[in-house]
């Protein structure tokens, strides 16, 4: 099994920074393909961004394209999503999540490994 821990959300205003972390522990192994995900009060779990185990592909929602940048570290089984520019239409909880294999897909059905979140809340 692999459990996911997300962490850094908090409180930002509109304009701001905040960069989310999430670690992987337990049975972890290469083509590994994780991504985050955000749900907003009443509505749907929704991607955000997506990256393979190399790092060498990614892909983002329209919404956040140009604002948000996902990263890894694979020696630490660390993805990283640094969030700029941030709007009030950001605020969600942001979920970490993994698939056994890269697909750069932007399903939640395709995802096997979920955190617990992190709340993002962005004030204007």
């Known amino acids: 099994q692999v459990q996911l821990v997300e962490s850094g959300g908090g409180l930002v205003q509109a304009g701001g920074s905040l960069r989310l972390s999430c670690v992987a522990s337990?049975?972890?192994?290469?083509?590994?393909?994780r991504a985050w995900f955000r749900q907003a009060p009443g509505k749907e779990r929704e991607f955000v961004a997506t990256?393979?185990?190399?790092?060498?592909?990614?892909s983002y929602a329209d919404s956040v394209k140009g604002r948000f940048t996902i990263s890894r570290d694979s020696a630490q089984n660390t993805v990283y999503l640094q969030m700029n520019s941030l709007k009030p239409e950001d605020t969600a909880v942001y979920y970490c999540?993994?698939?056994?294999?890269?697909?750069?897909?932007?399903?939640?059905?395709?995802?096997?490994?979920w955190g617990q979140g992190t709340q993002v809340t962005v004030s204007s």
């Open positions: 337990g049975r972890t192994f290469g083509g590994y393909g």
């Open positions: 990256i393979s185990w190399s790092g060498d592909t990614t």
């Open positions: 999540a993994g698939q056994r294999y890269y697909s750069g897909s932007s399903r939640v059905s395709e995802y096997v490994y």
